[in-house]
């Protein structure tokens, strides 16, 4: 038996037949992506922290914060079990190429991911570190509002609360040549 790579072996098997067979990737992967750069949140981005399981009640804090990235919470909010808190993020994200953006949210707890007011991704009841992805079709130089809303209290890991945000850049290119092999 002799092992190939799926595309390598479609584009001999078509070969054999006159048959040219042509490959453009038109997804980035099913995996975490790499986290957003700070400069794609123009004036960075607000976080609230409630100390309750369901961003309700008295705000603990407010801060100004430059990315969504894995344990950047304040320590006071979690220093043993039973404490529990949730979060809000706001700002706006800034595409710097248009076409379609792949997000990914990795962690655990609840995280609803909202892109120009649209949920877009939605990550509930990660009891272990989960990834979740949703994409959204985005125009360069056209901030839109970026919202993700974190729950920790459904995780069942406890100390190990964290989200973090990744994108896969719009890649008109990749994209371009994807439509006109679909064509």
Not at 68 to 95: D, H
Not at 106 to 114: K, M
Not at 162 to 178: E, H, P, Y
């Given at each position: 038996m002799v092992v190939q790579a799926p595309f390598d072996h479609l584009k001999a098997?078509?070969?054999e037949q006159n048959i040219s067979?042509?490959?453009?990737?038109?997804?980035?992967?099913?995996?975490t992506f790499p986290q957003v750069s700070s400069s794609m949140f123009p004036g960075g981005l607000?976080?609230?922290?409630?100390?309750?399981?369901?961003?309700t009640g008295t705000v603990d804090q407010t801060l100004n914060v430059t990315n969504?990235?894995?344990?950047?919470?304040?320590?006071?909010?979690?220093?043993?079990?039973?404490?529990?808190?949730?979060?809000?993020?706001?700002?706006?994200?800034?595409?710097?190429?248009?076409g379609m953006y792949y997000f990914s949210m990795?962690?655990?707890?609840?995280?609803?991911?909202?892109i120009n007011n649209i949920l877009i991704a939605n990550m509930s009841g990660a009891n272990l570190v989960s990834t979740v992805q949703g994409i959204?079709?985005?125009?360069?130089?056209?901030?839109?509002?970026?919202?993700?809303?974190?729950?920790?209290?459904?995780?069942?890991?406890?100390?190990a609360y964290?989200?973090?945000?990744?994108?896969?850049?719009?890649?008109?290119?990749?994209?371009?040549?994807?439509d006109a092999l679909a064509a």
């Open positions: 098997r078509g070969s067979v042509l490959y453009s990737e038109a997804y980035p992967g099913t995996g607000k976080v609230t922290y409630w100390t309750a399981t369901d961003s969504i990235a894995s344990a950047s919470y304040p320590a006071e909010l979690w220093v043993a079990y039973p404490q529990i808190f949730s979060s809000k993020y706001t700002g706006l994200f800034m595409p710097n190429t248009t990795n962690g655990q707890g609840d995280s609803l991911l909202y959204a079709n985005l125009t360069a130089g056209v901030a839109v509002p970026i919202r993700i809303d974190y729950l920790m209290g459904t995780s069942l890991s406890t100390g964290r989200i973090t945000l990744g994108v896969s850049v719009a890649n008109q290119t990749r994209d371009s040549d994807a």
